[in-house]
């Protein structure tokens, strides 16, 4: 049942399988123009895979999956200059990563030109997110189960969740949660992020405190189980030195 139930989850959230499995804000609405501009859609063959953000000029925070080039600077995939907004990228994997479901589910991505849009703020290393905090998660993926991705950028309001809550639910499924994740939507509540939403950031008081990592099986008829994040702020260390461990 363990097996199944990793298999399960693993298939479900990778970006890098088919489009039709991507990632999508739950009850969420659609971005004003001109806002979030550090959003980061990670692209293969020019099809929206998902999410990321820029931390530096020339930096993007993703999740630990296979991507492409990324687009920067709008909201609308619609409307891409491919000569200001596409970027080719180098790859900056954390090495102890093997899926989402063991954690460590964080990769950096250096562009191939600096950009003009202004990074958003990451936690310092000694940051805890308190329950109950109000968050925002945003992507271009599906917004239900089974839909498809869309093209305008769109956002939600989720709350934090405690790690004892989101453990006890996640038992009741036989799953044990790997460290250094944050819980937050998705259980107790109709909102939520999903599949090609994995990459993108969980901004807390302004700050990008943890990036999608994963669900349960792909289902976002919430309320479920809660979502599960990477917590930024212990991988703080590996985000300023990479030359340690990538050379990008």
Not at 42 to 56: A, T
Not at 166 to 188: D, F, H, M, T
């Amino acid at each position: 049942v363990m097996f199944r139930l990793h298999t399960l989850l693993f298939i479900v959230l990778a970006c890098s399988v088919q489009r039709a499995l991507g990632g999508e804000i739950i009850n969420g609405k659609e971005v004003p123009p001109k806002s979030l501009q550090y959003m980061v859609s990670v692209q293969n063959d020019g099809k929206h895979f998902c999410g990321g953000f820029l931390i530096r000029k020339d930096i993007v925070l993703t999740a630990a999956h296979y991507n492409v080039t990324v687009v920067l600077g709008t909201n609308d995939l619609r409307k891409i200059d491919e000569s200001t907004m596409r970027y080719n990228v180098k790859k900056c994997k954390h090495t102890d990563y093997k899926k989402p479901l063991n954690g460590n589910d964080i990769m950096m991505l250096k562009l191939s030109r600096p950009s003009k849009i202004k990074p958003i703020k990451l936690p310092n290393k000694k940051m805890k997110i308190k329950k109950n905090t109000t968050c925002l998660v945003a992507g271009w993926g599906f917004i239900k189960s089974g839909g498809s991705s869309v093209d305008k950028l769109r956002q939600v309001d989720v709350a934090t969740i405690d790690r004892r809550t989101c453990q006890r639910e996640w038992s009741k499924k036989n799953y044990v949660l790997p460290a250094n994740i944050i819980c937050a939507g998705g259980y107790g509540t109709e909102k939520g992020a999903c599949q090609a939403d994995s990459g993108g950031p969980l901004v807390c008081n302004k700050m990008a405190v943890g990036i999608v990592s994963f669900n349960l099986g792909g289902n976002c008829s919430y309320p479920n189980v809660p979502n599960i994040y990477t917590d930024i702020s212990k991988f703080v260390a590996w985000i300023d030195y990479p030359k340690k461990r990538c050379q990008i």
